[in-house]
C-alpha cells in the first residue's frame, strides 16, 4: 500500500512560482510511477505531470501536459521518497486542487491506483 501526501499548497499572484511535494510512505517507491493531477469543481481531474519509476523503459521517461509545457518541471528524489512539481509563470486558471498519484508499475502510462489527499492552489490575477 502507498500513502502519499502532499505539501506546498497556498495563493499566489499570477506570474508567481509554487513548489508542490508529495511523500510516499512505502519502502517500494523505487518501483512506483508518480504523477500530478489537478481537479476543479465541477470537472474531471485533468493529468498534468508524471515520472517513471528508476528502471522505466518510457521514452521519455516524463510526461508534462500540452498546457503546462514549459512551465512546470516534475522531479523525483528516490532516496527521500518525494516527487516535486514546480510551476512557474503561474496563471489564474492554473487554480485547483493538485493531486500527488501513484502507481504499482515503472510506466507513468496507465492507471494511477494510489492518492493523495490533495492541495489547494489559488492564483490571482
Known amino acids: 500500500q502507498v500513502q502519499l501526501v502532499e505539501s506546498g499548497g497556498g495563493s499566489v499572484q499570477a506570474g508567481g512560482s509554487l513548489r508542490l511535494s508529495c511523500t510516499a510512505s512505502?519502502?517500494?517507491?523505487?518501483?512506483?510511477?508518480m504523477g500530478w493531477f489537478r481537479q476543479v469543481p465541477g470537472k474531471e481531474r485533468e493529468f498534468i505531470a508524471a515520472?517513471?519509476?528508476?528502471?522505466?523503459?518510457?521514452?521519455?521517461?516524463?510526461y508534462v501536459a500540452a498546457s503546462v509545457k514549459g512551465r512546470f518541471t516534475i522531479s523525483r528524489d528516490n532516496a527521500k521518497g518525494t516527487v516535486d512539481l514546480r510551476m512557474n509563470r503561474l496563471r489564474p486558471e492554473g487554480t485547483a486542487v493538485y493531486y500527488c498519484?501513484?502507481?504499482?508499475?515503472?510506466?507513468?502510462?496507465?492507471?494511477?491506483?494510489?492518492w493523495g489527499q490533495g492541495t489547494q492552489v489559488t492564483v490571482s490575477a
Open positions: 512505502t519502502r517500494i517507491f523505487r518501483s512506483n510511477a
Open positions: 498519484g501513484a502507481r504499482d508499475g515503472s510506466s507513468w502510462r496507465d492507471l494511477y491506483q494510489y
Open positions: 515520472i517513471g519509476s528508476p528502471d522505466t523503459s518510457d521514452d521519455p521517461s516524463t
